[in-house]
């Protein structure tokens, strides 16, 4: 009951503190997250590099796959482009087997410590970021540590060197393997058990090779978990992440167990720990090295098992639920999922505009089909910052989530005026109103300036364009000017007899509501400027 106990107590501050860890990780360099999407191209190698890199932030292959599955789901990112990733992954989550074999548990109390103090003194979100990551190391070490003082008496067991035994048997390894990390869902867990026992002296590099490779398919569940639901390519690269582990364990069963072995065991003798912290790292790379040159070939048996095109459920583009598990990322997306938000409206905007001159049927509907494009975009956008803001973000990620629920809420209310306005002139069409020239050149002054401003803070916000936000204030002032002026020139004009009454209500109701949209418009600006909301 001890051994159960401290087995399982070690375990979860294993995992507790490469969570943490990652996490902290994750806040620190997220900015670099953001900017590596931008060297994801269909160059292989920078695919490989970019697996690695975000791997070794976060901790996590099956993290990093179940990002990329998002990715190819929410159409950012092609399957080919997915493989060199996915390849990547699994060698940059061999770091955490490496870290563990340097046997520096000891000092696991006095990192926890340095941790604790650094967040105790921090005064700023980076410090504490930076606090996350010592203490994340040291717990990772001290449930390592845990772990092999409860595993210690086993090595004696009669009945635990029986089972060991049995493990002599490669495929019975690989089943173990598979199971043991589909229960605790973390390859870097299941490895570190296993390093675990053998710093114990309870298992040879021979026994623990199946084990190995049974942990690297069994890190595959996690991402085949989260394809369901997903599109058919998101289900693809999940297939692509089973299939390179299912190829891999294959060939090295089969052909390169024997000089792998030899080879770990020439570079670190009678180390068992390091031995299979450089199978793992052996493993990974060489699976790596064979398969990437044949990444067409992968993607295309995955085609074969999986037919078939999406039918469109949804209509976000950059949203997917996957991504919440890397927030920094998750956050790129949302803000591009708004500004994607914020040009559907100018679109609608441009087309009420040119409304008002054609009194075009087509254009009508339009504008009507893009107000519930709009509000179904704020609702998904909404129901996504939601399940965001309950993650581990940092308090300048948080604000960025505050920021763009208010952002969505005035392009929605944008979207709102722009249906007023196409209603007015649906009424206009139908009534056949006639205008004078003036108020003709005074709708077109007042909309090109509205629209100005909306594309400009639209723009602005896109970019973090200071300069650009700051535009939004003079012309926001002469929109205000402009209604008022325009409203006195027009109940002249139907003073005078020029318009008609019923139209030319229906003039002021349409100016009101370009003024109302320059508002909104000049409250995305300030969020760029900063102001406070």
């Given at each position: 009951m001890n051994i159960f106990i401290s087995?399982?107590?070690?375990?979860?501050?294993?995992?507790?503190?490469?969570?943490?860890?990652?996490?902290?990780?994750?806040?620190?360099?997220?900015?670099?997250?953001?900017?590596?999407?931008?060297?994801?191209?269909?160059?292989?190698?920078?695919?490989?590099?970019?697996?690695?890199?975000?791997?070794?932030?976060?901790?996590?292959?099956?993290?990093?796959?179940?990002?990329?599955?998002g990715f190819v789901n929410a159409g950012i990112m092609t399957l080919t482009q997915s493989v060199g990733i996915i390849l990547g992954a699994n060698i940059g989550t061999t770091i955490t087997a490496q870290l563990i074999a340097f046997k520096i548990s000891n000092y696991a109390p006095i990192v926890i410590a340095i941790g604790v103090i650094i967040w105790l003194k921090a005064?700023?979100?980076?410090?504490?970021?930076?606090a996350e990551i010592f203490i994340g190391f040291g717990l990772l070490f001290l449930g390592i540590s845990t772990m092999s003082a409860g595993l210690s008496p086993l090595s004696k067991e009669k009945w635990f060197k029986d089972i060991i035994i049995n493990l002599n048997n490669p495929f019975i390894g690989v089943i173990v393997g598979f199971f043991l990390t589909t229960i605790v869902q973390s390859s870097s867990a299941s490895i570190g058990i296993l390093e675990v026992l053998a710093m114990q002296g309870a298992i040879n590099i021979n026994?623990?090779?199946?084990?190995?490779?049974?942990?690297?398919?069994?890190?595959?569940?996690?991402?085949?978990?989260?394809?369901?639901?997903?599109?058919?390519?998101?289900?693809?690269?999940?297939?692509?992440?089973?299939?390179?582990?299912?190829?891999?364990?294959?060939?090295?069963?089969?052909?390169?167990?024997?000089?792998?072995?030899?080879l770990v065991e020439y570079i670190s003798p009678g180390n068992v720990q390091r031995q299979i912290a450089n199978a793992h790292t052996l493993f990974n790379l060489v699976n790596v090295v064979i398969q990437l040159p044949f990444a067409n070939i992968l993607v295309k048996l995955s085609q074969k098992v999986i037919k078939g095109e999406d039918e469109i459920?949804?209509?976000?583009?950059?949203?997917?639920?996957?991504?919440?598990?890397?927030?920094?990322?998750?956050?790129?997306?949302?803000?591009?999922?708004?500004?994607?938000?914020?040009?559907?409206?100018?679109?609608?905007?441009?087309?009420?505009?040119?409304?008002?001159?054609t009194r075009d049927n087509k254009s009508i509907s339009f504008v009507f089909e893009r107000e519930k494009l709009i509000n179904d975009l704020e609702k998904e956008i909404i129901?996504?910052?939601?399940?965001?803001?309950?993650?581990?973000?940092?308090?300048?990620?948080k604000h960025k989530v505050f920021v763009m629920m208010y952002a969505i809420n005035d392009y929605e209310r944008i979207g709102d005026h722009c249906e007023n306005i196409i209603e007015?002139?649906?009424?206009?069409?139908?009534?056949?109103?006639?205008?004078?020239?003036?108020?003709?050149?005074?709708?077109?002054?007042?909309?090109?300036c509205v629209l100005e401003t909306v594309t400009n803070s639209t723009n602005a916000y896109k970019d973090n364009n200071l300069e650009l936000a700051k535009t939004c204030i003079p012309i926001e002032d002469e929109v205000d000017d402009l209604e008022e002026q325009y409203r006195k020139n027009h109940m002249?004009?139907?003073?005078?007899?020029?318009?008609?009454?019923?139209?030319?209500?229906?003039?002021?109701?349409?100016?009101?509501?370009?003024?109302?949209?320059?508002d909104h418009s000049l409250n995305i600006a300030d969020y760029v400027l900063g102001k406070e909301l």
């Open positions: 087995v399982l107590g070690g375990l979860a501050l294993f995992i507790y503190g490469m969570n943490l860890m990652g996490s902290g990780l994750q806040k620190s360099c997220g900015e670099k997250l953001k900017s590596i999407i931008a060297v994801i191209t269909k160059n292989r190698i920078y695919a490989v590099l970019v697996g690695i890199f975000v791997t070794m932030i976060i901790q996590s292959s099956s993290a990093t796959t179940v990002m990329v599955i005064k700023n979100e980076k410090r504490k970021n930076v026994q623990a090779f199946g084990i190995l490779f049974g942990d690297n398919i069994g890190t595959t569940t996690t991402a085949m978990l989260s394809s369901i639901g997903a599109s058919k390519n998101a289900k693809r690269a999940a297939f692509i992440h089973l299939l390179f582990n299912l190829i891999g364990t294959i060939i090295f069963m089969t052909i390169l167990r024997w000089p792998i072995e030899k459920t949804k209509h976000s583009v950059y949203l997917d639920k996957r991504m919440l598990q890397t927030p920094s990322i998750a956050i790129l997306q949302a803000h591009n999922e708004v500004v994607r938000m914020g040009n559907v409206v100018i679109q609608s905007l441009k087309t009420t505009i040119e409304a008002f001159r129901d996504y910052l939601v399940l965001l803001s309950d993650k581990n973000l940092s308090d300048e990620e007015l002139i649906e009424e206009i069409k139908n009534e056949d109103s006639v205008f004078s020239k003036t108020a003709y050149d005074e709708y077109e002054k007042i909309s090109n002249d004009r139907i003073n005078k007899g020029i318009c008609e009454i019923n139209s030319g209500v229906k003039f002021l109701d349409i100016i009101s509501n370009f003024e109302r949209i320059s």
